[in-house]
């Protein structure tokens, strides 16, 4: 529905004086309307008065914003946006307490907008750092899940070095056994030769020795 009037009452409107800080400027000549103004939109007050088509007052009620009474009839507030203090006269005591309260409840209502309004950013907060440590803890456990995964092939990589050196070993064995078989074998080849040169020797020796014999028969017979 956007800013609605909640309260209006008529007053002197006053202004401190910016040069001394001390004294009072009235702003109207006359008492005028003053109105409260709440935004249900925003959940914003304000105090609007107007003299004529002129804004004297403009002013937004903030949390720290106080409606002081100075006097049975008189109250003032500061507003720093404006950078100014204003002072209201009223006709009754009856109408001051009524915009005191008003302030005091408008006041009230800021300060729970605003700590809302903090509570509400300070959820959005955790919960963007919830999300943030949710993304952690899920990049952790990935590095977990790879770490188990690069643990498993090591120990993979690590049984086939193991049955490689086994069959390395056992290959060395069996290379060293031909190794000895090969050795043995050549010494018996070596034997073997010297033994068939020493009997081809001989051999030479009994055919030179039947060849003598042949002769010597032969010669033998010749004579006779």
């Known amino acids: 529905m956007g800013e609605q009037p909640i309260f209006s009452t008529r007053a002197h409107v006053f202004q401190i004086d910016p040069n001394t800080k001390k004294n009072w400027v009235p702003t109207s000549k006359h008492a005028v309307t003053v109105s409260y103004f709440y935004d249900s939109t925003r959940n914003v007050y304000r105090i609007i008065s107007l003299d004529g088509s002129k804004a004297i007052i403009n002013s937004t009620i903030t949390p720290n914003m106080t409606f002081t009474k100075t006097s049975q009839k008189f109250g003032q507030w500061a507003d720093s946006r404006a950078n100014t203090v204003y002072g209201l006269g009223f006709s009754s005591e009856h109408h001051l307490s009524k915009v005191t309260e008003l302030e005091c409840v408008s006041s009230q209502a800021n300060a729970v907008h605003s700590h809302k309004t903090e509570l509400s950013q300070t959820v959005q907060e955790l919960e963007e750092t919830l999300k943030v440590k949710e993304e952690e803890i899920e990049r952790l456990k990935q590095e977990i ?24 070993k056992d290959l060395e064995g069996q290379l060293s056994e031909l190794e000895q078989r090969l050795e043995k074998s050549q010494s018996e080849q070596d034997a073997f030769r010297s033994n068939l040169k020493t009997l081809l020797e001989i051999l030479d020796g009994k055919i030179f020795e039947l060849t003598e014999l042949r002769d010597n028969l032969a010669k033998l017979l010749e004579c006779s």
Do not use: F, G, H, Y
């Not at 995964?149 to 690590?158: A, C, F, G, I």
């Open 145 to 168: 899940d790879n770490a188990r995964e690069l643990q498993e092939q090591r120990d993979s990589l690590t049984q086939k070095l193991q049955e490689v050196e086994i069959r390395n």
